[in-house]
Antibody, heavy 122, light 112 residues
Framework: EVQLVESGGGLVQPGRSLRLSCEASGFTFNDFDMHWVRQAPGKGLEWVSGITWKTDNVGYAASVKGRFTISRDNAKNSVYLQMNSLTTEDTALYYC???????????????WGPGTLVTVSS | DIIMTQTPLSSPVTLGQPASISCKSSQSLAHSDGNTYLSWLHQRPGQPPRLLIYKVSYRFSGVPDRFSGSGAGTDFTLEISRVEAEDVGVYYCMQGTQLPRTFGQGTKLEIK
């Protein structure tokens, strides 16, 4: 059974940094692209960032580009999101998401973690 | 970016009756590889989303056959043949054809 467990969320002041982690199990981690999707309180879903299974390509939403950095450690079955220069607009539940497709570009998301809440407030 | 627009935003339905949700994209979702990467997700209150339909009409593993997807190009539909109580929540369409991946704003399904 696929399991994704996020951690690292919390309350942080504007301008500060936070690092999210996601530990995966139940599948061959290094065969799949991994992504982060966020959901502001009471709002819809917003794709944030993704990293390929080979770690040779990353992508970011315009709203976070230059501030967030995604990475993965295939030896630890983990994906990370380093978030710098946080603003109140970044307040959201951050989901770690697994691609459905193996060893090709992720087109669909088939497994979601429970999420970790990031609150940016002074 | 491709804009995904869902209608309606709210849908009160009677148990056992059908329901339908529309999703329109601002550009064609047909990819040069011949596939169309449109998926539907369902989010129950307090839970993460789960995948229902991928590539327009393929049901994901474990999804009941009362759910079906159709469409092409820029117009897509999710249909539930007979709504059950567990179907309440918010439904999202998502395009996987182009980066960045984008979602519809969500349609809330409620029981009358």
């Amino acid at each position: 059974e696929v399991q994704l467990v996020e951690s690292g969320g919390g309350l942080v002041q504007p301008g500060r940094s936070l690092r999210l982690s996601c530990e995966a199990s139940g599948f061959t981690f290094n065969d799949f692209d991994m992504h982060w999707v966020r959901q502001a309180p009471g709002k819809g879903l917003e794709w944030v960032s993704g990293i390929t299974w080979k770690t040779d390509n990353v992508g970011y939403a315009a709203s976070v580009k230059g501030r967030f950095t995604i990475s993965r450690d295939n030896a630890k079955n983990s994906v990370y999101l380093q978030m710098n220069s946080l603003t109140t607009e970044d307040t959201a539940l951050y989901y770690c998401v697994k691609a459905m497709e193996r060893k090709v570009t992720a087109r669909h998301f088939d497994s979601w973690g429970p999420g970790t809440l990031v609150t940016v407030s002074s | 970016d491709i804009i995904m627009t869902q209608t309606p935003l709210s849908s009160p339905v009677t148990l056992g009756q059908p329901a339908s949700i529309s999703c329109k994209s601002s550009q064609s979702l047909a990819h040069s590889d011949g596939n169309t990467y449109l998926s539907w997700l369902h989010q129950r209150p307090g839970q993460p989303p789960r995948l229902l339909i991928y590539k327009v009409s393929y049901r994901f593993s474990g999804v009941p056959d009362r759910f079906s997807g159709s469409g092409a190009g820029t117009d897509f539909t999710l249909e539930i043949s007979r709504v059950e109580a567990e179907d309440v929540g918010v439904y999202y369409c998502m395009q996987g054809t182009q980066l960045p991946r984008t979602f519809g704003q969500g349609t809330k399904l409620e029981i009358k």
